[in-house]
């Protein structure tokens, strides 16, 4: 979505407030298309002495495997971003405001780059999941396995015979 920001600029104090639904379906994430459900955004823009502070709500479901056991997990999220947007900058390294060229500013890009920055980087079925056995792959949060607890190195094997 173009956000024309413009006249903003323009009227001090002025607002603008919106309400849409993002779609990210397409986007590849750990392997998978894990967003489920469109991105629901409720955003404002408000224009504090020549600056547009915008505040941003999204929120969506989310599923894909766990990392440890490979389950199905699904969650939902919700996350707030805030942003100070300007028409000029006197520093060009200050990463403090957003540089808007053309007063306008793709807001899609820049929640997309957004959620998938706060998205957590290991996702678990749950906090203590036990993962899958590494000998029978069985999934050890269902219950045991049957393998070995036990399974020496056979490099190490030698060193045994020597505490025997």
Do not use: W
């Not at 547009?52 to 894909?64: G, S």
């Not at 942003?83 to 390294?93: C, F, G």
């Amino acid at each position: 979505m173009l956000l024309e920001l413009k006249n903003l600029f323009l009227e001090d104090g002025g607002k603008k407030d919106l309400h849409y639904e993002m779609d990210l379906s397409q986007i590849v994430f750990s392997g998978v298309r894990p967003f489920i459900t469109p991105v629901s955004v409720t955003a404002q823009a408000e224009n504090r002495a020549g600056a547009i502070h915008l505040k941003a709500d999204v929120a969506f479901d989310f599923r894909c495997p766990c990392d440890r056991c490979a389950a199905e997990t699904q969650r939902a999220y919700r996350f707030s971003f805030q942003h100070v947007l300007v028409n000029a900058l006197n520093d060009e390294e200050n990463d403090t405001f957003l540089l808007v060229e053309n007063e306008s500013i793709e807001l899609d890009d820049l929640l997309r780059e957004d959620i998938l920055l706060e998205l957590p980087t290991k996702f678990l079925c749950k906090p203590d999941c036990k993962g899958l056995c590494p000998q029978c792959g069985k999934n050890l949060n269902e219950g045991k396995c049957g393998c070995s607890a036990r399974q020496m190195d056979p490099r190490l094997e030698i060193l045994k015979k020597l505490i025997d």
